[in-house]
């Protein structure tokens, strides 16, 4: 079965420090995509990025970063210098592609302290 | 361009109602996608359309929770003898093809059920 955990319900941190979400994905699949998305307080969903299980390769997008490890089955999510704008809830999402589900996990409230 | 609008924002309905919501998708995108949100909980899903079938429907809850997409297009959800269990943010998302594609996703209707 496909699970997605994010074992950090709530994170603060002050304004410019770095900061790590985790993501642990449970799956039998051996194709399969992992994303994140960010879900500000104006509620609506924000997609951030897509990984396939055969690209491993870190991710930089400015001050983000995604680290794929299939070793551990983690897909952790870094901000960098975090700005108060990042404050939100972070979902990671896993989906099978014999499977047309994106299952969600229970996301990660980040607030950024000014 | 249009993103994928939801309509109502805001529907307060008596338990055991009927409620239809209604979401128009990016112009273009075949496959549209309903998700419920609870507080504090990540989207869970509830149906999928490539054009106008349901390609999987395995996440709606029961049988009085139909949806329908008849031209490609706009999509209705119809929830049938609304239940208190029912309150939640529902979600629809739109993407290109198939679901592990970007998914673009509505603002959400807060759906209250008294």
């Known amino acids: 079965a496909q699970k997605v955990t994010q074992a950090q319900t709530e994170i603060s941190v002050v304004e410019k420090e770095d900061v790590t979400l985790d993501c642990v994905y449970e799956t039998r699949d051996t194709t399969y995509y992992l994303f994140w998305y960010k879900q500000p307080p104006s509620g609506e969903l924000v997609f951030l990025i897509r990984r396939n299980s055969f690209d491993e390769q870190n991710e930089i997008s400015g001050r983000y970063s995604w680290n794929f490890q299939k070793s551990t089955s983690s897909f952790n999510f870094t901000i960098t210098a975090s700005q108060v704008v990042d404050s939100a809830v972070y979902f990671c999402?896993?989906?099978?592609?014999?499977?047309?589900?994106?299952?969600f996990g229970k996301g990660t409230r980040l607030h950024i302290l000014p | 361009g249009a993103g994928v609008s939801q309509t109502p924002s805001n529907k307060v309905t008596e338990k055991g109602k009927y409620v239809e919501l209604r979401c128009d998708p990016i112009?273009?995108?075949?496959?549209l996608y309903w998700y419920r949100q609870s507080l504090g909980q990540g989207p869970e899903f509830l149906i999928y359309f490539q054009g106008t079938g349901a390609a999987d429907d395995s996440g709606l809850p029961n049988d009085r929770f139909f949806a329908v997409r008849p031209e490609g297009s706009v999509s209705t959800l119809k929830i049938q003898r609304t239940e208190r269990g029912d309150s939640a943010v529902y979600l629809c998302?739109?993407?290109?093809?198939?679901?592990?594609?970007?998914?673009?996703f509505g603002p959400g209707t807060r759906l209250t059920v008294l």
């Open positions: 998302a739109s993407s290109r093809d198939r679901m592990y594609n970007e998914q673009f």
């Open positions: 999402a896993l989906s099978e592609e014999r499977d047309d589900k994106i299952i």
């Open positions: 112009s273009g995108h075949t496959a």
